[in-house]
């Protein structure tokens, strides 16, 4: 009898351990594999329901070596403990809520070193049941571990294919590498640069968020792959954005891909968690950009003057390289090279277009472009002329510039606007969450309310990376929130009790706070019913600003299909 149960536990652990190291890689994956991340991250350092239950386990066991007694009575509730654990596992598996990662080779080495503990104490460990309960609660700590010794494997792989990605870029004499880096606008500027260019030189561009060294090194062998050494030779630009979690990580970017040209589109507290709460690191991480300068090369800094930070590193780069800089951002007396002034929207239910002038001056021959935008967002603006600067520097004319600005569009779900049959206007900006994106969704949404009055449902889900930052910069969004929704449904616990924690009573009414997916879908819904109205220019105004949990994301999307 006692045997029997004793084997029925040990198939009962060894699944909650191997369901458990699933959840805790996906967290992994999720943070980009940085230990950093992970430790910032008060939630995952938290004991959650099932780890209060496999608690309980260890208790059990613990009283069942040291008196001896009642060891079946204690075997049947630590059976019953454990399969409590496994069905709130394959609950959230039926609910979709369960963390599961995508199964990459790296994950896969986790997984297998993960795995080898509990394995090999079947042999070696006196009482197993202890032993697996244990290495199951230290779950996370293992994978950070085995995260520490497969990532010395990985970068071998990684050093391989970044040596022949710079190997294959050698010959190709002509070629010009633009580097973006900063906090934010990094994505859209690479966008707007590569329609700008692409009409009249042959461009390779990193498509999406790619922004590591080996994701750009993939991305490059990939395409010259496909291009025999003749066209090879016709590459005249490669634009590559830079993502600075490290002081380190944009030097070892630069070592394998040299710079021509690079440009920092601002800084703020974005990735303050890899920096231990301190921006002077976030500041040198991406003042790391010029240090990455090919030898020979004319060393073109360019910075967004639109942010203050960038205003002192530039000063500190004329200084370190004793050479001139280049600036961008909105000015009517024409301080910078490259000028926006006279910025207006022109707002229309599910469109919007931006009317701006585009003034070059300072190191740059003086001139003046009528420009229209039809997307979404004042710093888009700002964004356009940084990437119509850099066009301007590769040889573009005015004419150039402006003909191709027609052509921009933006990402999907980088502040994508859409008007649906039933008159509900969707801004999905899913891909943006850092506090300046947040600030133009806010800025944003009052500008088209005041223009198009109509009631409005706001979906965040908290901001990640902000460290110490984190309680000040959420409340004072939460503040903006309450003057600019009239519903507010945050994602995430515990930063929504940041986002209302200087919120006043009767605001704090517009609020909805939860984690729990049900409960979201079920207030989305009750809200939509509640706010929507037939007959106006807008029936209702979506906003998603940052990355909701999918699910969610879904039915709101299919919740308003269902009305289109």
Same mark, same amino acid.
């Given at each position: 009898?006692?045997?029997?149960?004793?084997?029925?536990?040990?198939?009962?652990?060894?699944?909650?351990?191997?369901?458990? !190291?699933? $959840?805790?890689?996906?967290? +992994?994956?999720?943070?980009?594999?940085?230990?950093?991340?992970?430790?910032?991250? /008060? @939630?995952? %350092? /938290?004991?959650? +329901?099932?780890? $209060? =239950?496999? +608690?309980?386990?260890?208790?059990?066991?613990?009283?069942?070596?040291?008196?001896?007694?009642?060891?079946?009575?204690?075997?049947?509730?630590?059976?019953?403990?454990?399969?409590?654990?496994?069905?709130?596992?394959? %609950?959230?598996?039926?609910?979709?809520?369960?963390?599961?990662?995508?199964?990459?080779?790296?994950?896969?080495?986790?997984?297998?070193?993960?795995?080898?503990?509990?394995?090999?104490?079947?042999?070696?460990?006196?009482?197993?049941?202890?032993?697996?309960?244990?290495?199951?609660?230290?779950?996370?700590?293992?994978?950070?571990?085995?995260?520490?010794?497969?990532?010395?494997?990985?970068?071998?792989?990684?050093?391989?294919?970044?040596?022949?990605?710079?190997?294959?870029?050698?010959?190709?004499?002509?070629?010009?590498?633009?580097?973006?880096?900063?906090?934010?606008?990094?994505?859209?500027?690479?966008?707007?640069?590569?329609?700008?260019?692409?009409?009249?030189?042959?461009?390779?561009?990193?498509?999406?968020?790619?922004?590591?060294?080996?994701?750009?090194?993939?991305?490059?062998?990939?395409?010259?792959?496909?291009?025999?050494?003749?066209?090879?030779?016709?590459?005249?630009?490669?634009?590559?954005?830079?993502? !600075?979690?490290?002081?380190?990580?944009?030097?070892?970017?630069?070592?394998?891909?040299?710079?021509?040209?690079?440009?920092?589109?601002?800084? $703020?507290?974005?990735?303050?968690?890899?920096?231990?709460?301190?921006?002077?690191?976030?500041?040198?991480?991406?003042?790391?950009?010029?240090? &990455?300068?090919?030898?020979?090369?004319?060393?073109?800094?360019?910075?967004?003057?639109?942010?203050?930070?960038?205003?002192?590193?530039?000063?500190?780069?004329?200084?370190?390289?004793?050479?001139?800089?280049?600036?961008?951002?909105?000015? *009517?007396?024409?301080?910078?090279?490259?000028?926006?002034?006279?910025?207006?929207?022109?707002?229309?239910? &599910?469109?919007?277009?931006?009317?701006?002038?585009?003034?070059?001056?300072?190191?740059?021959?003086?001139?003046?472009?009528?420009?229209?935008?039809?997307?979404?967002?004042?710093?888009?603006?700002?964004?356009?002329?940084?990437?119509?600067?850099?066009?301007?520097?590769? &040889?573009?004319?005015?004419?150039?510039?402006?003909?191709?600005?027609?052509?921009?569009?933006? $990402?999907?779900?980088?502040?994508?606007?859409?008007?649906?049959?039933?008159?509900?206007?969707?801004?999905?900006?899913?891909?943006?969450?850092?506090?300046?994106?947040?600030?133009?969704?806010?800025?944003?949404?009052?500008?088209?309310?005041?223009?198009?009055?109509?009631?409005?449902?706001?979906?965040?889900? &908290?901001?990640? *990376?902000?460290? @110490?930052?984190?309680?000040?910069?959420?409340? @004072?969004?939460?503040?903006?929130?309450?003057?600019?929704?009239?519903?507010?449904?945050?994602?995430?616990?515990? =930063?929504?009790?940041?986002?209302?924690?200087?919120?006043?009573?009767?605001?704090?009414?517009?609020?909805?706070?939860?984690?729990?997916?049900?409960?979201?879908?079920?207030?989305?819904?009750?809200?939509?019913?509640?706010?929507?109205?037939?007959?106006?220019?807008?029936?209702?105004?979506?906003?998603?600003?940052?990355?909701?949990?999918?699910?969610?994301?879904?039915?709101?999307?299919?919740?308003?299909?269902? @009305?289109?």
């Amino acid at each position: 009898m006692k045997e029997t149960f004793i084997i029925i536990l040990i198939i009962e652990i060894i699944v909650v351990y191997f369901l458990t !190291a699933i $959840n805790k890689l996906a967290y +992994l994956q999720q943070k980009d594999y940085l230990r950093k991340r992970i430790f910032a991250d /008060k @939630k995952l %350092l /938290k004991l959650t +329901l099932i780890d $209060n =239950w496999l +608690l309980l386990i260890v208790i059990f066991e613990l009283l069942r070596l040291l008196t001896g007694q009642f060891e079946v009575i204690l075997l049947i509730i630590e059976s019953i403990v454990l399969v409590i654990v496994i069905f709130n596992y394959l %609950l959230q598996v039926i609910k979709k809520r369960f963390k599961k990662p995508r199964f990459t080779i790296r994950i896969m080495l986790n997984l297998v070193l993960v795995l080898t503990p509990l394995l090999l104490s079947v042999f070696l460990a006196h009482n197993y049941i202890l032993l697996a309960t244990i290495l199951t609660l230290l779950s996370l700590y293992l994978i950070i571990l085995s995260n520490e010794l497969t990532k010395r494997v990985i970068f071998i792989g990684h050093r391989i294919s970044m040596a022949k990605a710079k190997n294959s870029l050698i010959p190709l004499s002509e070629l010009k590498t633009i580097g973006i880096t900063g906090s934010y606008g990094k994505s859209t500027t690479k966008l707007f640069l590569h329609t700008l260019l692409v009409d009249k030189f042959p461009v390779l561009t990193t498509p999406g968020s790619i922004n590591t060294d080996i994701g750009i090194a993939v991305y490059v062998n990939s395409q010259l792959k496909k291009l025999s050494a003749e066209k090879r030779s016709y590459i005249k630009y490669l634009i590559l954005e830079m993502d !600075a979690y490290f002081i380190s990580t944009i030097k070892r970017i630069t070592k394998y891909f040299p710079l021509d040209i690079a440009i920092i589109t601002g800084i $703020n507290e974005q990735h303050l968690e890899t920096f231990s709460g301190d921006i002077s690191q976030t500041i040198e991480a991406n003042y790391m950009i010029f240090k &990455g300068f090919k030898l020979m090369s004319d060393k073109i800094a360019i910075f967004n003057f639109s942010n203050e930070y960038c205003k002192e590193l530039a000063k500190r780069f004329t200084a370190e390289f004793n050479k001139k800089y280049y600036s961008y951002g909105v000015s *009517d007396t024409g301080e910078y090279d490259a000028n926006i002034s006279q910025l207006v929207n022109i707002v229309k239910p &599910g469109k919007n277009i931006l009317r701006f002038k585009l003034n070059f001056s300072r190191n740059i021959l003086s001139s003046a472009i009528a420009i229209e935008l039809p997307i979404l967002g004042d710093f888009n603006a700002v964004n356009f002329a940084g990437a119509a600067l850099v066009a301007k520097l590769c &040889g573009l004319s005015d004419s150039e510039i402006k003909k191709n600005a027609s052509e921009i569009t933006i $990402n999907n779900k980088t502040l994508k606007l859409s008007l649906t049959q039933s008159k509900i206007e969707f801004i999905d900006d899913s891909f943006n969450s850092n506090p300046s994106s947040i600030d133009a969704d806010i800025k944003l949404l009052m500008e088209r309310n005041r223009v198009i009055p109509t009631k409005n449902i706001l979906v965040f889900p &908290g901001l990640v *990376d902000l460290n @110490k930052s984190s309680k000040e910069i959420h409340a @004072k969004i939460g503040q903006r929130f309450a003057n600019a929704a009239d519903s507010i449904i945050i994602t995430d616990d515990n =930063w929504g009790n940041e986002t209302v924690s200087e919120i006043n009573d009767a605001s704090k009414s517009k609020f909805f706070i939860s984690s729990n997916i049900s409960l979201l879908i079920a207030k989305f819904k009750t809200e939509y019913e509640k706010l929507i109205s037939t007959g106006d220019e807008v029936n209702l105004r979506i906003l998603i600003c940052g990355r909701i949990p999918s699910e969610l994301y879904k039915f709101i999307i299919n919740h308003a299909d269902a @009305k289109f």
